[in-house]
């Protein structure tokens, strides 16, 4: 079904971005930042003055909230669609910063600030397309549900996972889901466009590793020091290179790169793909392999005095059907006297790129942009998905964005001076009304 975008689907997106984006809600993973109850207040006013009616919820605490709502289709047959997003940031440095992090400047046509694109811009691109709808009187052919998160920033425990342990409610009657990292522009070297489609993404597996050794002075000798038997695990496993494990979404990916730009390309040559990639290359070649890197480092308590514990931790991430190979690898790497613990798990995914949604999303961005191909890939870090799909729900990352072809949209995760174009959040909105209303 074609579907032309409402005429002022874009006229507020930058203003609401902007207004997320001022309200902080760094999430520091222990319980420290201020939470999302702000943001979900705001979010909570903005459909309720749009006439929509919505549930504003707390999950483990009063400052752990969200935002719930049910937009009927008119096709109750219909199995319902879930918009979901993120209300949290992760924390930010304001000295490390061109601009103040939660002032939400704009310079050079672009909005700058923590959440930019992880992801205040799609939160304001869901709630602006749901309030024109409301101005206009549109109503979709299917149930929409939205869900506006806490806590996706340190593992969806506070959130996502809760909702389906708590609140299995709001996802009734939900067989497909889309939320973020996917559905944005990368412009390859013959100037073609192409937009990722994000169908999979890569296990959590964080892992703990523990020597034990001999304590004793710092001036003797001592061969059985921990923080040497350490300093050799964390080596190994942060110098080794994975064996390349080539999934379906992988090799699709690999395909739609070759044919869009006229050659021959293969994951069994990763750095001629890469080459072909630009920044986003971060990005893909951590979705070639498994992968495993030290984080943080503990150990001792005096300067002479060799202590008999030492820890690491290892944040590892595993392709869809690759875990065991993972773990199998760490243990393999580890001396003697350092031993493997798990912190936190959590699965990877994998969805068919070849389903109607999909094909929905294709005639969305060409809609707007008819030279525009969409290409499906993993992505190598987690999302709400893990826990949603654990509802039956299968789930795709897509909220649009067309990007210049010079900004490294990749160091904008989680990096400093994260900035998003205010065209691109138009593009965006109005690609993602066509989308949802034809899908």
Known sequence: MSVEPLDDIASEVAEIVRDLIKIDTSNYGDESGPGEALAAEYVEAKLKEAGIECERYETTSAKRQGVYARIAGTNSQRPALLLHGHLDVVPAKASDWSFDPFAAEIHDGMIWGRGAVDMKDGDGIILAMVRAWARAGVQPDRDIVLNFLPDEEAGSRHGSHWLVDKRPDMFRGVSEAVGEVGGYSLTLANEKRVYLVQTAEKGIRWMKLRAEGTAGHGSFLNDDNAVTKLAQAVAAVGNHKFELSLTPTVRDFVKAISDSLGIELSADDPEELLSHLGPIARIVGATLSNTANPTMLDAGYKHNVIPGE????????????????????????????????????????????????????????????????????????????????SMGITCYGFLPLLLPPELDFSAMFHGVDERVPVSGLEFGVRVMDTFVRGA
């Open 310 to 389: 030492a820890s690491a931790m290892i944040d590892g991430r595993f392709l869809p059907g690759f875990e065991d190979e993972l773990i199998k690898d760490i243990e393999g790497l580890l001396p003697a006297g350092v031993f493997r613990e798990d912190v936190m798990s959590d699965i990877a995914l994998e969805s068919p790129f070849d389903v109607p949604l999909v094909d929905a999303m294709a005639n969305a961005i060409r809609s707007q942009d008819p030279l525009g191909t969409p290409v499906p890939y993993t992505l190598s870090g987690g999302t709400d998905a893990k826990a949603i799909s």
